[in-house]
């Protein structure tokens, strides 16, 4: 099994930053991804950004040229810098590990709200 333990969520103004991160512990071997996916009420998960073993990243639209994801591959960590945060940020942000023998695991969630 894999643990994940996600930090860094929490209440911020329009424009500010934060930085999400997520350490992954346990059954960590061949790490196919690690990212971090967002929810709001009503809405399906959806992914936020992504590194893919190799380096590759994959970012949703919303996102690009303000929030970077980022891996500790000593540490199976993963974090997202997130900067010029909007309202519509506002969410609860999940940190996602696919591996080649566990599968994908989730953290538990961390809270994100971006208001004045």
């Known amino acids: 099994q894999v643990q994940l333990m996600e930090s860094g969520g929490g209440l911020v103004q329009p424009g500010g930053s934060l930085r999400l991160s997520c350490a992954a512990s346990?059954?960590?071997?061949?790490?196919?991804?690690m990212g971090w996916y967002r929810q709001t009420p009503g809405k399906q998960r959806e992914l936020v950004a992504q590194?893919?073993?190799?380096?590759?990243?994959n970012y949703a639209d919303f996102v690009k040229g303000r929030f970077t994801v980022s891996r500790v591959n000593a540490k199976n960590t993963v974090h997202l810098q997130m900067n010029s945060l909007e309202p519509e940020d506002t969410a609860v942000y999940y940190c996602n590990v696919v591996t080649r023998t566990a599968g994908s695991s989730w953290g538990q969630g961390t809270q994100v709200t971006v208001s004045s």
């Open positions: 590194i893919i073993s190799g380096g590759s990243t």
């Open positions: 346990g059954s960590i071997f061949n790490i196919a991804s």
